[in-house]
């Protein structure tokens, strides 16, 4: 009879031991605000593996440029570039800093010129980008020897997504700037060229940022570890 039991209480063990991990498994619901371009050049592909480690944590993402309020919004963190991020966040850096170039196809260049000087682009049909929060169109940034320089540029199409400006570009409508990485193919494949190199500068990486009491959520410490930046060792 004992020899019946025994292997039986062993199984009732192991079964309130699986139960009791399951119950300790993090899971609830993550509100994020952050760009197109965060959640596809950075976020996600941190993302992905996380999720399929934690499959009771879920995410939910709101896409835009804005500034938002995520204390009045009710969103849990949020992601932008640092210089943006207000002071009473934390900010834990997510991704390497990256730069706006100034690309336009062949043809275009061909019949227009390629601009020498960030001035030239007054003379030149640019693709702007309009911030919906503060309603104005983007003055394109540039920097070379530590000397800034906005450029407020004209042209035919306005959008407010970078993803939208790329074909516009590669079918000879006029210059775009637009993050250098999510057009690494066309300038590989000859469809899009880059100008006034020099003039762009770097800017200060995606953090994400987040109200003081956010940290004390399991969900929320492992969401923000997976997306941490860590920059690969230098050999």
Known sequence: MLKTIT????????????LMAAREKPSGVIKLTLSDHALDSVVWPKLKPMLAAYPEISVEFSLDSSFRNIVEEG????????????????????GPDWR????????????CGV????QDLLRHNCINMRHITAGGLY????????QPLRVRVDGQLTFNNSYAMIDTAVAGLGI?????????????????VQALD?????????FLYYPSRRQNRPVFRILADALRFRPPFST
């Open 100 to 111: 706006l170039i100034a690309v336009a196809s062949p043809s275009y260049f061909a019949e």
């Open 75 to 94: 969103f849990d963190a949020g992601v932008r570039l640092g210089e943006s991020i207000e002071k009473d966040m934390i900010a834990v850096r997510i």
């Open 139 to 146: 003055a394109w940034e540039f920097e070379r020897d530590g």
């Open 7 to 18: 292997p039986r209480l062993a199984d009732i063990e192991d079964e309130i031991a699986d």
């Open 176 to 192: 775009a700037y637009i993050p250098e990485n999510i057009v690494e193919a066309q300038l590989k494949a000859g469809t899009l």
């Open 198 to 206: 020099d003039w762009s500068p770097y800017f200060e990486g995606y």
């Open 115 to 118: 601009p020498d000087h960030p």
